[in-house]
């Protein structure tokens, strides 16, 4: 079965500090992973996309890795900012044609305090 | 290059009213799906247009339905609501056909059912 799971559920940390989110799956055949940032009331915004051949990607203080034999990912966040505050979603697309490909987790809630 | 955009933002109906939501993809994606999120639930998967087809459609009650035009604008309609339908509801585009490029999504339609 092609599941999607994130942990923590939630997270608070203070402004400043880092912290890793985590997302293992089982969606088979593979295509790609994505890292979103849901503000709350708003539309996911996507933060990176990686491919079976890429471990790791950067966007800004946002860096996602992936370790596609373990079936692992995840979004480190460096000097947290209120902002950062958000769900964070980690969305595995399947290899396939006939079904819905995309699987989703049900994410992290971040809440950054100063 | 605009976004998704749907329409309207926020919606108040009654129980057993119907309701009609918008989106428009961005310009050049023939590909659009309709998610559900509800607080504490990821996003539920409803359907999935291509070039006026549907290709794909969750595990959703015949209540919900929806269509997409020529022009890629999709719309859903949901018959007879029930409070459960409360939710947020989320509207994506993409490039491909089978959603496996990046997916954009909009700021979703905040639907309430007193």
């Known amino acids: 079965k092609n599941q999607v799971e994130q942990s923590p559920q939630s997270l608070i940390i203070l402004e400043g500090k880092n912290c890793t989110l985590q997302?293992?799956?089982?969606?088979?055949?593979?295509?790609?992973l994505r890292w979103y940032k849901q503000d709350t009331g708003r539309g996911p915004v996507s933060l990176t996309i990686m491919t079976f051949s890429e471990n790791t990607k950067s966007n800004g203080r946002y860096t996602a890795t992936l370790d596609a034999d373990t079936k692992q990912s995840s979004l480190h966040i460096t000097a947290s900012q209120l902002s950062d505050s958000a769900s964070y979603i980690c969305v595995v697309s399947a290899m396939q044609t006939g079904a819905n490909n995309l699987f989703f987790g049900t994410g992290t809630r971040l809440t950054v305090i100063p | 290059k605009a976004g998704v955009t749907q329409t309207p933002r926020y919606l108040i109906k009654t129980r057993g009213q119907q309701v009609t939501l918008s989106c428009s993809p961005i310009?050049?994606?023939?590909?659009v799906s309709w998610y559900q999120q509800t607080p504490g639930q990821g996003l539920q998967f409803l359907f999935e247009?291509?070039?006026?087809?549907?290709?794909n459609k969750g595990n959703f009650p015949g209540r919900f339905s929806g269509r997409q035009f020529s022009n890629s604008r999709s719309e859903m309609n949901v018959s007879t609501l029930e409070l459960g339908d409360s939710a947020l509801y989320l509207c994506?585009?993409?490039?491909?056909?089978?959603?496996?490029?990046?997916?954009?999504f909009g700021q979703g339609t905040r639907l309430t059912v007193v």
């Open positions: 310009s050049g994606h023939r590909s």
């Open positions: 994506a585009s993409s490039l491909d056909k089978y959603m496996n490029t990046e997916a954009f």
């Open positions: 997302c293992n799956y089982t969606v088979s055949p593979f295509s790609n």
């Open positions: 247009y291509f070039s006026e087809t549907q290709r």
